[in-house]
């Protein structure tokens, strides 16, 4: 399984900040990330493939 940093998060469009990342993650809204080391998060890339999904599902049930 690939792992995301936040290099890699920009990469797939999500472009948000750090601080703006934790305070989603704090409201649950978007995927808690993994600690690999003292100082290194990373996201499974499966949990934000299906983020980025659900992101367009809602906005394809407001338009309907």
């Not at 934790?22 to 290194?40: A, W, Y």
């Amino acid at each position: 399984m690939r792992m995301l940093s936040l290099p890699d998060l920009r990469e797939k469009g999500i472009k948000f900040s750090r601080t703006h990342l934790h305070r989603l993650i704090r409201q649950g809204k978007f995927p808690v990330p993994c600690k690999l080391g003292e100082n290194t998060n990373a996201w499974p890339e499966p949990e934000i493939d299906k983020y980025l999904q659900d992101r367009i599902a809602a906005r394809d049930e407001q338009a309907a």
